[in-house]
């Protein structure tokens, strides 16, 4: 089946540092969206992308859809305590009703 | 209102036990889908509805049988629950099937534990 590689698995950073996450397929997707989950909570939508070359902002967040249609990325600038959490990438597959996750990306800030 | 209401937010239930898990969005979603989600993973889709009907199951275990009574509501009914269903169980809607053009919106979830 189709996979989701995302990277990396977890990072450990300063705050105010800025962070970068991606994820690649060998698949053709036609939408990608950036979710974070917190602990105990479900997953919440950051980012949602629909064009190949889109590029979309939502405050301090950034996330783009690649070129080729199967890679995105998502950046966070001037990390903050409260950015602590997984955060998943997913996509769905042209003429499909699934959404597919990577494995995640699980943030921690260092005091 | 722009919320999925998953109850109850925890459940403890014992291998011959039945127990249902519910589900309520308001927004006029008419796709609603339930997702399994063990600790460090990423939700695993189990089963789909769109316009009330059954569209993927994803070779789900009988021993999870859902239920969507009408556009605003999904149950999740389980029954002779094995310890490795334990995990959080995730339901979502959007506002079609297709996958919709602002994503899946997902509730908090049900912690459940399989005794």
């Known amino acids: 089946g189709q996979q989701l590689n995302q990277s990396p698995q977890s990072m450990f950073i300063q705050e105010g540092e800025d962070v970068s996450m991606n994820c690649t397929s060998s698949?053709?997707?036609?939408?990608w969206l950036w979710y974070k989950q917190e602990p105990g909570e479900g997953p919440v939508l950051l980012i949602a992308?629909?064009?190949?070359?889109e590029l979309t902002s939502n405050g301090r967040l950034t996330a783009q859809f690649g070129i080729t249609r199967k890679d995105s990325f998502l950046n966070i600038s001037a990390s903050i305590p409260s950015d602590v959490g997984i955060y998943f990438c997913a996509g769905r597959l042209n003429r499909d009703d699934k959404i597919i996750f990577g494995k995640g990306t699980r943030l921690h800030i260092l005091p | 209102d722009t919320e999925v209401t998953q109850t109850p937010k925890h459940l403890v239930m014992g291998m011959t036990n039945k127990k249902s898990l519910k589900c309520e969005q308001h927004?006029?979603?008419?796709?609603m889908y339930w997702y399994k989600q063990k600790a460090k993973k990423p939700p695993e889709l189990m089963f789909v509805?769109?316009?009330?009907?059954?569209?993927i199951n994803e070779s789900v275990p009988s021993r999870f049988s859902p239920e969507c009574p009408n556009s605003s509501l999904l149950n999740l009914h389980l029954h002779a629950l094995q310890p490795e269903d334990s995990a959080l169980y995730l339901c979502?809607?959007?506002?079609?099937?297709?996958?919709?053009?602002?994503?899946?919106?997902f509730g908090s979830g049900t912690r459940l534990t399989v005794v």
């Open positions: 509805y769109s316009y009330e009907k059954l569209s």
């Open positions: 698949s053709i997707f036609n939408t």
């Open positions: 979502a809607s959007s506002p079609m099937s297709g996958g919709s053009y602002y994503g899946y919106t």
């Open positions: 927004m006029g979603h008419r796709a």
């Open positions: 992308l629909y064009k190949a070359g």
